[in-house]
């Protein structure tokens, strides 16, 4: 998959290619919907399918600090739309002059004369421009002018609701993982590079492999059973999404104590994925209390995995 970042790195040899323009926060169910239809269109075209991302988000522009939680960072949304097929990713700086653009001259400008567009896909919801001013009647009316083709995907439903980012990060927030899962269409994850820490972990005899969550507000908390990919080994944990209340720490962070692993990964990049909630975040009244909690948290981590591996043995036999 070609990764073109910024509009000004768009080239001539970029001319003539379908499109679809959102957040793509998550690659969700409804996501997937979408991109189906744009490879549909790519394929009886014979032209690149093209997905325009915006970085940061535009929430996270205007809202700062206000700005709803990330449910995928750059790095595994590119991921996510390679494995779909999609063959072409513009990623855009979403900064105040990008802001200031007119719908009509970004459609003319940049999606007709730069990109040359045949066929555009969006959202039943879709609005961009300056002041939110363009919409689907607008795209509508521009490309019956130039040969580009405009439809509209309508919002995937499961379960007759809506799949949206906002429902997966309710849920999240919730702590309902599954009903997060049906929606994303797969486990929700972490990732990024494990970092050196407190040590605190380590002294308390539960070394932890850490996670700064600083480039994203996190859309859940507590403690979770977890299944991290480390360089393609899949390894068993339990893990502690949040701000360390009982060493009054004020950053968000992922910390996970991997099973029967002792293994130095400092640097590494690895993939968490939630597979269940075991409890919220607490803070305790002392180190006693909470290597106590650990230990029992590190059980029910254990028989949880335990309990999903004899399920799926029965559900094989």
């Given at each position: 998959?070609?990764?073109?970042?910024?509009?000004?790195?768009?080239?001539d040899?970029?001319?003539?290619?379908?499109?679809?323009?959102?957040?793509?926060?998550?690659?969700?169910?409804?996501?997937?919907?979408?991109?189906?239809?744009?490879l549909?269109?790519?394929?009886?075209?014979?032209l690149?399918s093209t997905?325009?991302?915006?970085?940061?988000?535009?929430?996270?522009?205007f809202?700062?600090?206000?700005a709803?939680?990330?449910?995928?960072?750059?790095r595994d949304?590119?991921?996510?739309?390679a494995?779909l097929?999609?063959?072409r990713?513009?990623?855009?700086?979403?900064?105040?002059k990008?802001?200031?653009?007119?719908?009509?001259?970004?459609?003319r400008?940049?999606?007709?004369n730069?990109?040359?567009?045949?066929?555009l896909?969006?959202?039943?919801?879709?609005?961009?421009?300056r002041g939110?001013?363009?919409?689907?009647?607008?795209?509508?009316a521009?490309?019956?002018?130039?040969?580009?083709?405009?439809?509209?995907?309508?919002?995937?439903?499961?379960?007759?609701?809506r799949?949206?980012?906002t429902?997966?990060?309710?849920?999240l927030?919730?702590?309902d993982?599954?009903?997060?899962?049906?929606?994303?269409?797969?486990?929700?994850?972490?990732?990024?590079?494990?970092?050196?820490?407190?040590?605190?972990?380590?002294?308390?005899?539960f070394p932890t492999a850490?996670v700064?969550?600083?480039?994203?507000?996190?859309?859940?908390?507590?403690?979770f059973?977890?299944?991290?990919?480390i360089?393609?080994?899949?390894?068993?944990?339990?893990?502690n999404?949040?701000?360390?209340?009982?060493f009054?720490g004020t950053?968000?962070?992922?910390?996970?104590?991997?099973?029967?692993?002792?293994?130095?990964?400092?640097?590494?990049?690895i993939?968490?994925?939630?597979?269940?909630?075991?409890?919220?975040?607490?803070?305790?009244?002392?180190?006693d209390?909470?290597?106590?909690q650990?230990?029992?948290?590190?059980?029910a981590?254990?028989?949880?995995?335990?309990?999903?591996?004899?399920?799926?043995?029965?559900?094989s036999?």
């Amino acid at each position: 998959m070609e990764l073109i970042r910024g509009i000004h790195n768009i080239r001539d040899k970029h001319h003539g290619c379908v499109l679809t323009i959102g957040n793509f926060d998550g690659v969700h169910l409804g996501h997937r919907e979408v991109i189906k239809g744009l490879l549909r269109d790519a394929k009886a075209l014979q032209l690149p399918s093209t997905v325009m991302i915006f970085e940061p988000q535009p929430q996270e522009f205007f809202r700062k600090e206000q700005a709803p939680a990330r449910l995928t960072r750059l790095r595994d949304k590119l991921a996510l739309l390679a494995q779909l097929g999609v063959e072409r990713v513009i990623c855009v700086s979403f900064n105040a002059k990008f802001a200031n653009y007119g719908a009509e001259e970004f459609v003319r400008q940049v999606l007709v004369n730069k990109l040359g567009v045949k066929a555009l896909t969006v959202g039943d919801d879709f609005r961009f421009g300056r002041g939110r001013e363009g919409d689907f009647s607008l795209l509508q009316a521009i490309g019956s002018q130039t040969a580009m083709a405009v439809k509209s995907t309508e919002s995937f439903k499961k379960a007759n609701a809506r799949v949206s980012s906002t429902a997966i990060r309710n849920a999240l927030k919730e702590g309902d993982l599954p009903l997060a899962k049906e929606m994303l269409g797969h486990n929700y994850t972490i990732s990024g590079r494990v970092i050196h820490g407190w040590k605190k972990g380590r002294e308390l005899g539960f070394p932890t492999a850490n996670v700064a969550l600083k480039l994203q507000v996190c859309p859940l908390s507590g403690v979770f059973a977890v299944q991290v990919n480390i360089a393609g080994r899949l390894v068993n944990g339990v893990a502690n999404v949040g701000n360390k209340p009982t060493f009054n720490g004020t950053r968000a962070l992922l910390e996970v104590h991997l099973f029967d692993f002792e293994e130095s990964i400092y640097g590494q990049f690895i993939e968490v994925k939630l597979m269940h909630k075991l409890r919220d975040e607490q803070k305790f009244n002392g180190l006693d209390e909470l290597v106590q909690q650990i230990q029992r948290d590190a059980i029910a981590a254990k028989q949880f995995f335990t309990l999903s591996t004899n399920a799926e043995r029965s559900e094989s036999l």
